[in-house]
T-cell receptor, first 110, second 111 residues
Framework: NAGVTQTPKFQVLKTGQSMTLQCAQDMNHEYMSWYRQDPGMGLRLIHYSVGAGITDQGEVPNGYNVSRSTTEDFPLRLLSAAPSQTSVYFC?????????FGSGTRLTVV | GENVEQHPSTLSVQEGDSAVIKCTYSDSASNYFPWYKQELGKRPQLIIDIRSNVGEKKDQRIAVTLNKTAKHFSLHITETQPEDSAVYFCAASPWAPKLSFGAGTTVTVRA
Protein backbone atom coordinates (compact mmCIF):
# COMPACT_ATOMS: atom_id res chain seq x y z
CA ASN A 1 0.00 0.00 0.00
CA ALA A 2 1.96 3.01 -1.31
CA GLY A 3 -0.66 5.68 -0.45
CA VAL A 4 -0.38 8.70 -2.77
CA THR A 5 2.47 8.61 -5.29
CA GLN A 6 3.63 11.70 -7.17
CA THR A 7 6.11 11.93 -10.02
CA PRO A 8 8.45 13.55 -10.76
CA LYS A 9 9.91 14.84 -7.47
CA PHE A 10 11.77 17.67 -9.17
CA GLN A 11 11.32 19.39 -12.54
CA VAL A 12 12.77 22.40 -14.31
CA LEU A 13 10.81 23.82 -17.23
CA LYS A 14 11.40 26.63 -19.64
CA THR A 15 8.73 29.28 -20.01
CA GLY A 16 6.12 28.12 -22.50
CA GLN A 17 6.79 24.42 -22.12
CA SER A 18 4.02 22.03 -21.11
CA MET A 19 4.19 19.06 -18.80
CA THR A 20 2.09 16.69 -16.74
CA LEU A 21 2.52 16.01 -13.04
CA GLN A 22 1.44 12.49 -12.21
CA CYS A 23 -0.54 11.44 -9.14
CA ALA A 24 -1.77 7.97 -8.26
CA GLN A 25 -3.43 6.56 -5.14
CA ASP A 26 -4.03 2.95 -4.21
CA MET A 27 -6.50 3.49 -1.34
CA ASN A 28 -9.64 3.53 -3.51
CA HIS A 29 -10.38 7.08 -2.37
CA GLU A 30 -13.21 8.97 -4.03
CA TYR A 31 -11.77 12.44 -3.65
CA MET A 32 -8.51 13.73 -5.08
CA SER A 33 -7.10 17.24 -5.12
CA TRP A 34 -4.12 19.24 -6.31
CA TYR A 35 -2.59 21.99 -4.18
CA ARG A 36 0.29 24.36 -4.72
CA GLN A 37 2.41 25.62 -1.84
CA ASP A 38 4.20 28.94 -2.00
CA PRO A 39 6.22 30.51 0.84
CA GLY A 40 4.03 32.31 3.35
CA MET A 41 0.79 31.36 1.59
CA GLY A 42 -0.06 27.90 2.85
CA LEU A 43 -1.56 25.43 0.40
CA ARG A 44 -3.99 26.63 -2.25
CA LEU A 45 -6.43 24.37 -4.06
CA ILE A 46 -5.94 24.18 -7.83
CA HIS A 47 -8.43 21.50 -8.96
CA TYR A 48 -10.27 18.68 -7.32
CA SER A 49 -12.24 15.57 -8.28
CA VAL A 50 -15.05 13.74 -6.52
CA GLY A 51 -14.85 10.64 -8.69
CA ALA A 52 -13.86 9.29 -12.09
CA GLY A 53 -15.01 11.67 -14.81
CA ILE A 54 -15.86 14.51 -12.39
CA THR A 55 -13.53 17.46 -11.81
CA ASP A 56 -13.94 21.05 -10.71
CA GLN A 57 -11.89 24.18 -10.20
CA GLY A 58 -10.43 25.26 -6.92
CA GLU A 59 -9.04 28.61 -5.79
CA VAL A 60 -6.22 28.99 -8.37
CA PRO A 61 -7.09 26.97 -11.51
CA ASN A 62 -5.74 29.25 -14.25
CA GLY A 63 -2.99 27.68 -16.35
CA TYR A 64 -3.77 24.13 -15.21
CA ASN A 65 -5.92 21.30 -16.52
CA VAL A 66 -6.94 18.04 -14.91
CA SER A 67 -8.78 14.88 -15.85
CA ARG A 68 -9.82 11.79 -13.91
CA SER A 69 -10.34 8.80 -16.15
CA THR A 70 -9.85 6.27 -13.33
CA THR A 71 -10.30 6.29 -9.56
CA GLU A 72 -6.55 5.85 -9.08
CA ASP A 73 -5.04 8.58 -11.28
CA PHE A 74 -5.38 12.35 -11.26
CA PRO A 75 -2.77 14.05 -13.47
CA LEU A 76 -2.21 17.81 -13.47
CA ARG A 77 -1.26 19.44 -16.76
CA LEU A 78 0.55 22.73 -17.13
CA LEU A 79 -0.45 24.05 -20.52
CA SER A 80 2.21 26.75 -21.06
CA ALA A 81 4.51 27.10 -18.07
CA ALA A 82 5.11 30.55 -16.59
CA PRO A 83 7.58 31.64 -13.88
CA SER A 84 4.57 32.32 -11.60
CA GLN A 85 3.94 28.57 -11.58
CA THR A 86 7.22 27.92 -9.78
CA SER A 87 6.01 26.18 -6.64
CA VAL A 88 5.75 22.91 -4.77
CA TYR A 89 2.77 20.86 -5.90
CA PHE A 90 1.00 18.36 -3.67
CA CYS A 91 -1.59 15.83 -4.67
CA UNK A 92 -3.95 14.54 -1.98
CA UNK A 93 -6.66 11.95 -1.69
CA UNK A 94 -9.48 11.36 0.78
CA UNK A 95 -12.31 8.94 1.38
CA UNK A 96 -14.29 11.36 3.49
CA UNK A 97 -12.36 13.89 5.52
CA UNK A 98 -8.93 12.45 6.22
CA UNK A 99 -6.55 13.78 3.57
CA UNK A 100 -3.40 11.88 2.62
CA PHE A 101 -0.78 13.91 0.78
CA GLY A 102 1.80 12.79 -1.74
CA SER A 103 5.45 13.68 -1.25
CA GLY A 104 5.26 16.65 -3.60
CA THR A 105 6.77 17.88 -6.86
CA ARG A 106 9.13 20.85 -6.75
CA LEU A 107 8.69 22.71 -10.04
CA THR A 108 10.88 25.54 -11.24
CA VAL A 109 9.99 27.52 -14.37
CA VAL A 110 12.84 29.55 -15.84
CA GLY B 1 -15.25 30.78 -0.68
CA GLU B 2 -13.73 29.90 2.65
CA ASN B 3 -11.06 32.21 4.08
CA VAL B 4 -8.88 30.88 6.90
CA GLU B 5 -6.61 33.18 8.91
CA GLN B 6 -3.92 31.78 11.17
CA HIS B 7 -1.91 33.44 13.96
CA PRO B 8 0.84 33.79 14.87
CA SER B 9 3.01 33.28 11.79
CA THR B 10 6.00 32.36 13.98
CA LEU B 11 6.14 31.01 17.52
CA SER B 12 9.19 30.32 19.65
CA VAL B 13 8.73 28.42 22.90
CA GLN B 14 10.98 26.97 25.56
CA GLU B 15 11.09 23.19 25.69
CA GLY B 16 8.43 21.98 28.11
CA ASP B 17 6.22 25.04 27.68
CA SER B 18 2.91 25.10 25.82
CA ALA B 19 2.26 26.40 22.31
CA VAL B 20 -1.06 27.76 21.08
CA ILE B 21 -1.99 28.51 17.47
CA LYS B 22 -5.27 30.18 16.57
CA CYS B 23 -7.33 30.17 13.38
CA THR B 24 -10.50 31.87 12.24
CA TYR B 25 -12.69 30.92 9.31
CA SER B 26 -15.37 32.72 7.34
CA ASP B 27 -17.75 30.09 5.94
CA SER B 28 -20.37 29.07 8.49
CA ALA B 29 -20.96 25.91 6.42
CA SER B 30 -17.48 24.59 7.31
CA ASN B 31 -17.79 21.51 9.49
CA TYR B 32 -14.35 19.90 9.41
CA PHE B 33 -11.19 21.42 10.90
CA PRO B 34 -7.91 19.50 10.55
CA TRP B 35 -4.41 20.46 11.64
CA TYR B 36 -1.32 19.47 9.69
CA LYS B 37 2.33 19.40 10.64
CA GLN B 38 4.95 19.87 7.94
CA GLU B 39 8.64 19.34 8.48
CA LEU B 40 11.12 20.96 6.14
CA GLY B 41 10.99 19.40 2.67
CA LYS B 42 8.29 16.91 3.67
CA ARG B 43 4.61 16.47 2.98
CA PRO B 44 1.91 17.80 5.35
CA GLN B 45 0.89 15.18 7.90
CA LEU B 46 -2.47 15.18 9.66
CA ILE B 47 -1.95 15.42 13.43
CA ILE B 48 -5.48 15.99 14.71
CA ASP B 49 -8.88 17.00 13.41
CA ILE B 50 -12.24 18.03 14.79
CA ARG B 51 -15.75 18.12 13.40
CA SER B 52 -18.35 20.75 14.09
CA ASN B 53 -20.41 18.62 16.46
CA VAL B 54 -17.48 18.42 18.88
CA GLY B 55 -16.08 21.31 20.93
CA GLU B 56 -12.77 19.80 21.97
CA LYS B 57 -10.59 16.84 21.11
CA LYS B 58 -7.37 15.64 22.69
CA ASP B 59 -4.66 13.23 21.62
CA GLN B 60 -1.82 12.90 24.14
CA ARG B 61 0.00 16.28 24.15
CA ILE B 62 -2.11 17.79 21.39
CA ALA B 63 -5.60 19.26 21.74
CA VAL B 64 -7.89 21.22 19.47
CA THR B 65 -10.82 23.42 20.50
CA LEU B 66 -13.59 24.74 18.30
CA ASN B 67 -15.96 27.67 18.84
CA LYS B 68 -18.48 27.56 16.00
CA THR B 69 -20.32 30.67 17.16
CA ALA B 70 -17.16 32.77 16.97
CA LYS B 71 -15.82 30.80 13.98
CA HIS B 72 -12.46 30.09 15.51
CA PHE B 73 -10.46 27.03 16.46
CA SER B 74 -7.14 26.52 18.18
CA LEU B 75 -4.33 24.00 18.47
CA HIS B 76 -2.70 23.46 21.86
CA ILE B 77 0.57 21.58 22.26
CA THR B 78 1.63 20.90 25.83
CA GLU B 79 5.06 19.92 27.16
CA THR B 80 6.70 20.87 23.88
CA GLN B 81 9.71 18.89 22.69
CA PRO B 82 12.36 19.68 20.03
CA GLU B 83 10.65 17.30 17.61
CA ASP B 84 7.57 19.55 17.72
CA SER B 85 9.54 22.15 15.73
CA ALA B 86 7.82 22.38 12.32
CA VAL B 87 5.30 24.41 10.35
CA TYR B 88 1.71 23.87 11.45
CA PHE B 89 -1.29 24.53 9.20
CA CYS B 90 -4.92 24.79 10.14
CA ALA B 91 -7.63 24.15 7.57
CA ALA B 92 -11.40 24.31 7.25
CA SER B 93 -13.81 22.59 4.92
CA PRO B 94 -17.55 22.60 4.27
CA TRP B 95 -17.05 19.60 2.03
CA ALA B 96 -14.27 17.03 1.95
CA PRO B 97 -12.64 17.87 -1.41
CA LYS B 98 -12.46 21.63 -0.76
CA LEU B 99 -10.02 22.12 2.08
CA SER B 100 -8.91 25.74 2.69
CA PHE B 101 -5.63 26.24 4.55
CA GLY B 102 -4.25 28.95 6.76
CA ALA B 103 -0.87 30.45 5.90
CA GLY B 104 0.97 28.40 8.51
CA THR B 105 2.79 28.89 11.82
CA THR B 106 6.48 28.14 12.14
CA VAL B 107 7.02 26.69 15.61
CA THR B 108 10.52 26.58 17.08
CA VAL B 109 11.09 24.76 20.35
CA ARG B 110 14.22 26.04 22.14
CA ALA B 111 16.17 23.48 24.14
Amino acid sequence: NAGVTQTPKFQVLKTGQSMTLQCAQDMNHEYMSWYRQDPGMGLRLIHYSVGAGITDQGEVPNGYNVSRSTTEDFPLRLLSAAPSQTSVYFCASSDSYGYTFGSGTRLTVV
Amino acid sequence: GENVEQHPSTLSVQEGDSAVIKCTYSDSASNYFPWYKQELGKRPQLIIDIRSNVGEKKDQRIAVTLNKTAKHFSLHITETQPEDSAVYFCAASPWAPKLSFGAGTTVTVRA
